[in-house]
């Protein structure tokens, strides 16, 4: 049975996660904190022996990858760049004030905010609904975002050897809807920055060892 470990990581703060705008396929460098939070990332995983080492083409996780690397003895030349890793496409609503853009969308239905369109109506179908109100149609709807991730996973997997352990800089909503598919972990907490969440592939088969640790330890 060859066994993967995977290590998911969110990104660390941006100045769009600090001014409360929806982030997705656009872009912000990490603040002073954001750098703070993929330093303690690379602190409390510093032990890990990684094989290999990924992170989604945005920016800001491409930086947290290489900081959380600075600490740890897999070299920072080893980051691979996987477009698949990227945060799902809010489409028309990218950049806007994410408590007015959660009301307006989710209102209509009962939800007044991102968690609250989560817990009543599953991540998948939040997407699907960003997709249907989005007037140019450019939000990713589920099965677009999971066409894009999953051959993500695949390629990682089928690229590592039994035993090893892989560190993957990402973004909160990849992080939640992996969680949400291969587990019944209640996603409505909000993953937070420089969290930790482990994945373990085994034979094709995923399971969550944990969810949005950013405090406790990691092994």
Known sequence: MATVELYLVRHGQTFLNKYFRIQGWIDAPLTDKGLADAKRAGQRLADIPFAAAYASDMSRAQKTADIILAANALDQSALQTEPAFREESFGFFEGMDEGE??????????????????????????????????????????????????????????????????????????????????SNIDISVPVENGSITKLTVTDGQYHVDYYNNFKGPVH
Do not use: C
């Not at 009962?110 to 699907?128: Q, R, S, Y």
């Not at 109100?133 to 991730?149: H, I, K, S, T, V």
């Open 101 to 182: 853009t959660w009301h307006t969308v989710g209102s209509p239905k009962g939800f007044h905010t991102f968690n609250d369109m989560i817990a009543g109506l599953t991540i998948e179908k939040t997407k699907d609904m960003f997709h249907a109100q989005d007037p140019y149609g450019d939000a990713e709807d589920n099965a677009a975002f999971w066409a894009r991730l999953q051959p993500g996973f695949d390629r990682v997997v089928a690229a590592a050897n039994d035993g090893d352990k892989v560190l993957i800089a990402t973004h909160s909503t990849t992080i939640r809807s992996t969680v949400s598919k291969f």
